[in-house]
């Protein structure tokens, strides 16, 4: 299956990106609710999900879902503590959970409080992951019923970055991933995990994106991107910025 042209649904302004993301995830939220009884999503980091966080938990829109039939993992996370400013997990608290009073018990962070060795903190993860599906490593991936995700500069989405071992992972769910360039580690899902989402959708803004927005519609690309959208359906939020350039 090739999938590698997106159609976008693009917004002219970020307010308005924001609120066409924000109820095609209520709709899959619904979805996954009214068919199974709960939700299970994946959540991504950036100051796009930020705003969209905050949409979903605004007092217009958070009786649109039953909020207590969802599950939040993460689709990535810096080698951070859950309270540093870099912690996605934290940014998820401060504009959604707390917002919309989400039960603990709900919530799976990547990161143990206090902060374990990140190849451990991957390890407790895909325990957890396969804890939905009832199977042990290395057998059927979990299934999400939506991933969220943004796109870097450089094609990358999670913690899957161009030129990193986490590339190559079919029997991990979850890996701590070297990222050469940004001397660190990060946690991230793997491509499995993505493939076999329900849903998959990205939300990307600004003009800093528009070359990699292209360059993975590209059949050749090898961009991390480009390998997920050649092998299954996604579906993507963009602004006239990413579009355009300007």
Same mark, same amino acid.
């Given at each position: 299956?090739?999938?590698?042209?997106?159609?976008?649904?693009?917004?002219?302004?970020?307010?308005?990106?924001?609120?066409?993301?924000?109820?095609?995830?209520?709709?899959? !939220?619904?979805?996954?609710?009214?068919?199974?009884?709960?939700?299970?999503?994946?959540?991504?980091?950036?100051?796009?999900?930020?705003?969209?966080?905050?949409?979903?938990?605004?007092?217009?829109?958070? !009786?649109?879902?039953?909020?207590?039939?969802?599950?939040?993992? @993460?689709?990535?996370?810096?080698?951070?503590?859950?309270? +540093?400013?870099?912690?996605?997990?934290?940014?998820?608290?401060? +504009?959604?959970?707390?917002?919309?009073?989400?039960?603990?018990?709900?919530? @799976?962070?990547?990161?143990? *409080?206090?902060? !374990?060795?990140?190849?451990? *903190?991957?390890?407790?993860?895909?325990?957890?992951?396969?804890?939905?599906?009832?199977?042990?490593?290395?057998?059927?991936?979990?299934?999400?019923?939506?991933?969220?995700?943004?796109?870097?500069?450089?094609?990358?989405?999670?913690? !899957?970055?161009?030129?990193?071992?986490?590339?190559? *992972?079919?029997?991990?769910?979850?890996?701590?991933?070297?990222? *050469?360039?940004?001397?660190?580690?990060?946690?991230?899902?793997?491509?499995?995990?993505?493939?076999?989402?329900?849903?998959?959708?990205?939300?990307?803004?600004?003009?800093?994106?528009?070359?990699?927005?292209?360059?993975?519609?590209?059949?050749?690309?090898?961009?991390?991107?480009?390998?997920?959208?050649?092998?299954?359906?996604?579906?993507?939020?963009?602004?006239?910025?990413?579009?355009?350039?300007?």
């Amino acid at each position: 299956m090739n999938n590698a042209l997106i159609i976008p649904s693009v917004s002219a302004t970020i307010d308005e990106l924001v609120a066409q993301c924000g109820h095609y995830v209520q709709q899959k !939220l619904n979805l996954a609710i009214a068919q199974r009884g709960i939700a299970r999503m994946a959540l991504a980091g950036g100051n796009t999900p930020k705003a969209l966080y905050a949409w979903l938990a605004s007092s217009a829109q958070a !009786l649109q879902v039953d909020w207590s039939r969802v599950q939040f993992y @993460f689709g990535d996370e810096r080698p951070v503590p859950r309270s +540093h400013p870099d912690s996605n997990y934290g940014m998820a608290k401060t +504009h959604l959970f707390d917002t919309l009073r989400i039960n603990p018990a709900q919530i @799976f962070p990547m990161i143990s *409080e206090p902060m !374990l060795d990140i190849v451990e *903190e991957a390890a407790r993860y895909e325990k957890i992951l396969d804890s939905l599906s009832g199977q042990s490593s290395g057998r059927t991936p979990p299934v999400l019923d939506l991933a969220l995700n943004g796109m870097g500069a450089d094609g990358h989405f999670a913690s !899957l970055f161009p030129n990193t071992p986490a590339l190559l *992972e079919n029997e991990h769910w979850v890996v701590a991933n070297p990222v *050469e360039k940004l001397a660190t580690q990060r946690i991230t899902l793997t491509y499995p995990v993505f493939e076999q989402a329900r849903a998959v959708c990205f939300l990307v803004a600004g003009t800093d994106k528009q070359d990699a927005f292209f360059a993975v519609q590209q059949p050749d690309s090898e961009l991390p991107v480009a390998r997920l959208i050649r092998k299954r359906q996604t579906d993507w939020f963009v602004d006239q910025a990413c579009i355009e350039g300007i």
